[in-house]
């Protein structure tokens, strides 16, 4: 069985500062591991995903996570906050071995104020 | 592309009426999928599918029925709406059925039982 725990329903930053989301996993067998971004009234966007390539990762807009198997982590970063991140944030596992099924988190939302 | 397209966007429905929601890709994926989305729960998989003819059931799937006569379309049947399936659905792809797949997210429908 597989699940992610997402640290924080809610994280507020200033613009311009760091984004740190923390994303952390269990799972019997190897994972993959994604993020994904949902803005306001809309479907889901991925951000980023681990494959087992490299153990840092980076997405689109500046985003990136780093792989930790030592800490089942895989917390999402960017250095500079944008008021256009604001939105709420997925962690999600599949199994390496098994179907593209994902099992997600419960979901951060991010708040970017001026 | 469209992409993933879902229908209708917004259904309001009285306890034990039935409808249909409307799925439909048109990337040739192989892999769909149904999720339905409550507020502070993340995302849950109900049912998916890793070809035409071929489904199965995910975390969440009392209530609900699917079928998959095409590669493009994936519906999704509510046999006897309750209040407890008031939620936004999202129906999703991937090109095929492998763990390290991106998903492609439907811009989602909002089920209002009353």
Redo the contacts between chains.
């Keep these: 069985a597989q699940s992610v725990t997402q640290l924080g329903s809610h994280v507020s930053v200033s613009e311009g500062a760091l984004v740190l989301l923390r994303c952390n996993y269990s799972s019997s067998v190897p994972p993959y591991l994604f993020w994904y971004v949902q803005y306001p009234n809309q479907g889901l966007q991925l951000l980023l995903k681990y494959t087992s390539a490299a153990t840092l990762v980076k997405g689109i807009n500046g985003f990136e996570a780093e792989f930790k198997k030592s800490e089942t982590s895989f917390h999402l970063t960017k250095p500079s906050a944008h008021m256009s991140d604001a939105a709420e944030y997925f962690c999600a596992v599949s199994d390496m071995w098994g179907y593209s099924t994902l099992t997600f988190g419960k979901g951060t939302m991010l708040l970017v104020s001026p | 592309n469209a992409g993933?397209t879902q229908t209708p966007k917004f259904q309001v429905l009285k306890t034990g009426q039935s409808m249909t929601l409307q799925c439909a890709q048109d990337m040739n994926h192989e892999?769909m999928?149904w999720?339905r989305q409550d507020p502070?729960?993340?995302?849950?998989?109900i049912h998916?599918s890793?070809g035409a003819g071929i489904t199965d059931q995910?975390e969440v799937p009392n209530g609900y029925n699917v079928s998959r006569s095409t590669t493009e379309d994936f519906p999704l049947r509510l046999l006897s709406a309750a209040p407890s399936q008031t939620s936004v659905y999202?129906c999703?792809s991937?090109y095929?059925?492998?763990?390290?797949?991106?998903?492609y997210?439907?811009?989602?429908t909002r089920l209002l039982v009353l």
């Design positions: 993933v892999y999928s999720y502070g729960m993340g995302l849950r998989l998916y890793v995910g999202f999703a991937s095929s059925q492998s763990s390290w797949e991106t998903q997210f439907g811009p989602g």
